[in-house]
């Protein structure tokens, strides 16, 4: 099946969770998660209307934006290691997967403007899951005030991969939740906006519980 004919359906799914929970589908960016396809799939998500791209693994990232360039916004959805930092800065508009200070002193160091920042949050708890706990979360914030190119726009997680709606829900509960608590702060530095949730398997869930930002590949561009 083509990405345009994969992305009707998606768009169908978020405006019956939409519809479902009194939001509107414009509320929601779709970001096509692009890891595992060739950069022609890529770029045939992006003629059928897709205008942000996500990459996990740097070499992947690279490759594809040698080749599409500015054609789309590009999200860096993976683990950074903080030597690599130098090679997506300037290039990504938003890095999903701030999860510790370290990273954080890299990219302000390698930027001469703020960059947008999703903080990951570990809320499952899974060992085998990046990101900071939910009670982890604002202290790291407010750790973050002395690096002066770091803007947090926004709280990022990933659900198990499991069929329990009810757990997932829970999960995108916590973390929508949590990104209140952090707004009530006032925080110049981290409006928090968005949030970053809900993939090929759970993404109507998230958007019925507050997603900004999904991140589909399979549905989308396949495997």
């Not at 693994?57 to 690279?62: D, M, Q, S, W």
Request: hydrophobic share 35%; charged share 25%.
């Amino acid at each position: 099946m083509g990405v345009a004919e994969n992305l009707s359906h998606i768009r169908q799914k978020i405006e019956q969770a939409c519809q479902n929970s009194n939001r509107k589908p414009d509320e929601i960016t779709i970001i096509g998660v692009t890891k595992y396809v060739t950069i022609e799939r890529a770029r045939e998500a992006i003629e059928a209307g897709i205008t942000n791209l996500g990459e996990n693994r740097l070499e992947g990232f690279l490759e594809k934006h040698e080749y599409i360039q500015d054609s789309a916004s590009w999200h860096f959805i993976g683990t950074l290691q903080s030597r690599k930092v130098k090679e997506v800065i300037g290039k990504v508009d938003a890095i999903h997967s701030l999860d510790r200070e370290s990273l954080a002193k890299e990219i302000n160091k390698r930027t001469a403007k703020p960059v947008d920042c999703f903080i990951q949050v570990n809320v499952s708890g899974e060992q085998t899951k990046h990101g900071i706990s939910l009670e982890d979360t604002l202290p790291f914030i407010r750790e973050l005030e002395v690096y002066s190119n770091i803007r947090i726009v926004g709280l990022m997680t990933m659900a198990p991969h499991i069929d329990d709606q009810e757990q997932l829900r829970n999960i995108f509960r916590q973390l929508a939740s949590l990104r209140e608590d952090i707004q009530a702060e006032r925080i110049a530095y981290a409006p928090c906006e968005y949030l970053s949730m809900g993939m090929s398997n759970d993404y109507q869930i998230a958007v019925e519980e507050g997603a900004t930002h999904i991140r589909i590949g399979s549905d989308l561009v396949g495997s």
